[in-house]
């Protein structure tokens, strides 16, 4: 499965990435291990707040940040939603995966 969504996400221009953790370290953790298996940039946080407790994870390839913000009652998973203007077929979300998923 994670080598026919890598063929999948290698056809979209940028991603958006949601993490339902139980922690901000969990969450952080889940995209970075996102980013490197794409090979992308890490996204820059939007606020050095400290945020406790079961949080949600918001990246955006495009702006290049991620937000996290305090969260219960999510459960826990990664989203993916793949964005392609050249190829709008590509377009598309996938999850929640395991927050492990990528690594």
Request: aromatic fraction near 8%; charge should be negative.
């Amino acid at each position: 499965m994670l080598e026919e969504l890598k063929g999948r996400l290698a056809a979209c221009d940028w991603f958006t990435v949601g993490v339902m953790a139980p922690s901000a370290q969990v969450a952080i953790q889940a995209l970075r291990s996102f980013e490197a298996a794409q090979g992308l940039s890490p996204l820059q946080a939007d606020s050095e707040a400290l945020v406790e407790g079961p949080v949600f994870l918001k990246g955006n390839q495009r702006t290049g940040r991620f937000l996290l913000r305090a969260e219960a009652g999510l459960g826990e998973g990664l989203l993916i939603g793949g964005q392609s203007e050249s190829q709008p077929e590509a377009t598309g979300t996938w999850g929640p995966l395991p927050l492990d998923f990528f690594g």
